[in-house]
C-alpha cells in the first residue's frame, strides 16, 4: 500500500490500521498526533481507523523539553 507520510510516498506491506502503521514506524505509545486525509483522527480511534492506499497522513511528534 502507498501511504503519503509527512508529504513523502512511501510504501508499507501489513498496514491495515493506524495502529500498524505506528508500530511499523516505532510510534507506539508516544504522544503524537494523526491527521488522516486532513482529519485528526483521535487516539481512541487508532485501533478501528482503516487506511486505504492513496492515503495522506500527517504525523507530529509531541517531543518536550525546555
Do not use: C, W
Amino acid at each position: 500500500m502507498k501511504l503519503t507520510l509527512n508529504g513523502e510516498t512511501k510504501e508499507f506491506s501489513d498496514i491495515r490500521t493506524v495502529r500498524d502503521l505506528l508500530t511499523a514506524l516505532g510510534y507506539e505509545g508516544k504522544r503524537l498526533a494523526v491527521e488522516l486525509n486532513g482529519n485528526i483522527v483521535p487516539k481512541s480511534q487508532h485501533d478501528t481507523t482503516e487506511l486505504n492506499d492513496g492515503d495522506a497522513l500527517e504525523l507530529v511528534v509531541a517531543v518536550g523539553g525546555g
